[in-house]
């Protein structure tokens, strides 16, 4: 059994992305806990650049794969590469950010590797007793908390956002070894075409730390624009429920929740949402929670910090003015 914990790293445009630096965080406690080493992983083309950044976050090596075929991500050839990977080195773990990128591969990789995966993990351990990972992760919709281990090898894990603090810049640096991997264009099956930029003043929602929601009680899509003008006061990223997301008033990309995206800001403002199972699941675990509905018997308005009962496009224009009012001075 190999001795080391790795991270899949995930970059674009040549720059890492910010949960990479936090997966790097949950291997390196992982990797304390096992007395084992942290390396991470670069699939790419001209990536190599992004050995010294990982080796200052705390990878002792960095194993990349410089390969034309994966100048774009593809859930073939990051399977394969991975797979061909894994086999040869055999890592203890590999720990990916649970990111819309991680979340096609890492499945495919545990069938190819005939593994476990552990996914969205909020905490990770090491049970010397067992000798495997041990790791929390909410079930039944958010409901409950299990401890959960895999008992083949490699354990794959993925880190939710947010769960784990960014690793730090104390690396001592990595020794990088580049690995001669071959992947097909053949083999590059469900490549990405295109990424759609966010705007520069856009805040990506999985990442922010305030969170503006609108759900089927802002009737229609231009009436977000009140969610939109609280959202640049307090430079939050705007959510929505499902129902406004069906109902074609905010792209998928918004949607909040369990076949959305999983958000964890210090503040989550709800409006206009009741707070259905499948809308809890995606925000429960938000620092501060408010809700704003005309209901005060909605379920989100139990579960919230702070319930306004009231009619919503009359309490979010006084809000962004009170919350201008206090930042202004
Ligand atoms: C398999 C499955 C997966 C799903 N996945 C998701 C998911 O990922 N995310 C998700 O959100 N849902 C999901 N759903 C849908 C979910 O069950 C709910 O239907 C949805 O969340 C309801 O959205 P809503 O709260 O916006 O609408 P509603 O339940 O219709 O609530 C609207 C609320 O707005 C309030 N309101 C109306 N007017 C005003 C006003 N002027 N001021 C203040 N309040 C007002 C009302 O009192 C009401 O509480 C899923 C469902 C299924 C079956």
């Not at 080493?37 to 410089?66: F, I």
């Amino acid at each position: 059994m190999g001795s080391e914990i790795w991270v899949v790293a995930e970059h674009r445009g040549g720059q890492l992305r910010r949960p990479t630096l936090e997966a790097l965080g949950a291997a390196r406690q992982l990797a304390t806990a096992a007395g084992a080493a942290v390396a991470a992983v670069v699939l790419g083309k001209n990536a190599g650049g992004l050995a010294a950044e990982l080796g200052t976050h705390g990878a002792a090596r960095v194993l990349w794969v410089d390969e034309e075929n994966l100048d774009v991500y593809s859930s073939g050839g990051y399977t394969h590469a991975l797979t061909e990977l894994a086999r040869a080195h055999k890592p203890l773990a590999i720990v990916f950010a649970a990111s819309s990128q991680a979340r096609d591969f890492a499945p495919r990789l545990a069938a190819r590797l005939d593994t476990g995966l552990l996914p969205d993990c909020i905490e990770l351990g090491w049970d010397a007793a067992s000798g495997r990972v041990s790791a929390k992760r909410f079930i039944n919709s958010g409901k409950a908390l299990a401890t959960v281990q895999v008992k083949t090898s490699p354990a794959l894990v993925t880190t939710r956002p947010k769960a784990f603090a960014p690793a730090g810049a104390d690396g001592a640096g990595a020794e990088t070894v580049k690995c001669d991997l071959k992947v097909d264009a053949a083999q590059c099956y469900g490549k990405v075409k295109e990424y759609e930029q966010p705007a520069a003043t856009k805040v990506e929602l999985t990442e922010a730390d305030v969170v503006v929601s609108g759900g089927r009680g802002m009737k229609g899509p231009a009436e977000f624009a009140v969610l939109e003008e609280l959202a640049q006061v307090l430079g939050a990223a705007i959510g929505a429920s499902r129902a406004a997301v069906d109902a074609g008033w905010r792209e998928h990309a918004a949607q909040v929740g369990q076949t959305g995206k999983v958000v964890t800001p210090k503040l989550y403002i709800a409006c206009g949402i009741s707070g259905a199972i499948q809308h809890l699941v995606g925000m429960t675990n938000s620092k501060i929670i408010v809700a704003i509905n005309k209901d005060a018997d909605a379920p989100l308005m139990k579960l919230a910090d702070y319930a306004v009962v009231g009619d919503l496009f009359q309490l979010v224009p006084a809000l962004t003015q009170e919350f201008k009012r206090v930042l202004e001075k």
